[in-house]
């Protein structure tokens, strides 16, 4: 595991917490991709996106109203970068995730969500000019190597006769979005609140999930019928969309995000255990290899910024 940025370790703070945080982190997104998949078919992505931010932003509003009021010249000042924020974080991610879950497994999902660390080093040089020394690069090949081996489900023409599953691409495409926000997250630090930064991006993400519900074709039911459906609406709202996104931020703002990205590598092997109690699906040998693939290359990008 690569150590901490020299900022958080200038500064004086252990690591050691954050790495407990991101390890919750990954706990609750490996549910999170569980009840997803879970509920495909039955509920819709979209309406899921809605009424789980809602609910969110609706246990927000009493902590948090008064700090955005105070914090307001901060919000105005840097509104355009919670517009990106909120679209990527809160309006996109996630949804696109419940969409692509509609059409592949959830051990699937789980593994390409695992090249989170290597899209990061991407942009992180594409964006902010990151260094990538050779090691960085081979990782970062090694990696994705691994991820279309999972896209292409262990059949590599599959690409030419566009045979591979399309849940898989759009979760693809999510992980970029969740690699973008986590960058600019750290690139650009605000001075507010964690709690009253979450209110901004919910309330500019709200109208993007409820946009894509309105204007997309249902995949499901749109409203909660039983009492199960309100306690994982419950689950998804207090633990996955504020905890995890607080503990993200926490964790970002600690270690940077490229540290924090190595973590993913720990979302799969959660997501396959959850994943063959609760919904009986099977690992299968092109997972595992290109599991072995996308981790080896996130070490030797680790080893690399360990040395650095």
């Known amino acids: 595991m690569a150590v901490p940025s020299s900022t958080a370790t200038e500064a004086g703070q252990s690591p050691f917490a954050a790495y407990g945080m991101l390890i919750t982190v990954m706990l609750l997104w490996g549910s999170n991709v569980v009840i997803g998949r879970y509920?495909?078919?039955d509920w819709s992505p979209f309406a899921l996106s809605v009424w789980r931010w809602g609910l969110a932003l609706l246990l927000l509003l009493p902590f948090t109203l008064l700090p955005a009021w105070r914090h307001r010249a901060v919000i105005r000042r840097h509104w355009k970068l919670l517009l990106i924020l909120g679209i990527l974080g809160v309006g996109l991610f996630n949804t696109m995730l419940y969409v692509a879950l509609n059409y592949?497994?959830?051990?699937?999902v789980a593994l390409i969500n695992s090249t989170t660390p290597i899209c990061i080093l991407l942009l992180s040089r594409l964006l902010?000019?990151?260094r990538m020394t050779p090691r960085v690069v081979a990782g970062v090949t090694l990696g994705l190597i691994g991820a279309a081996l999972i896209?292409?489900?262990g059949d590599p023409l599959a690409v030419l006769s566009l045979g591979f599953n399309i849940g898989d691409v759009i979760q693809a495409a999510a992980v970029l979005i969740w690699a973008l926000y986590s960058v600019l997250l750290q690139r650009h630090p605000m001075q507010l609140p964690p709690l009253t930064l979450q209110l901004a991006l919910v309330v500019v993400g709200m109208p993007i999930v409820t946009l894509m519900y309105l204007l997309m074709p249902a995949i499901g039911t749109a409203m909660p019928r039983?009492?199960?459906d309100w306690a994982m609406l419950f689950y998804l709202a207090v633990a996955v969309?504020?905890?995890s996104t607080l503990l993200w931020y926490l964790s970002v703002k600690s270690v940077g995000a490229r540290v924090a990205g190595f973590f993913n590598y720990l979302t799969p092997p959660i997501v396959a255990v959850l994943s063959m109690v609760f919904l009986d699906e099977h690992l299968r040998p092109f997972h595992a290899v290109g599991f072995v693939l996308i981790l080896g290359g996130i070490?030797?990008?680790t080893l690399t910024a360990r040395r650095g």
């Open 151 to 153: 896209v292409t489900r």
């Open 128 to 130: 902010i000019g990151a």
């Open 104 to 108: 592949t497994t959830a051990i699937n």
């Open 226 to 228: 039983h009492g199960w």
């Open 299 to 301: 070490l030797l990008a």
């Open 39 to 41: 509920i495909a078919g």
């Open 241 to 243: 969309s504020l905890g």
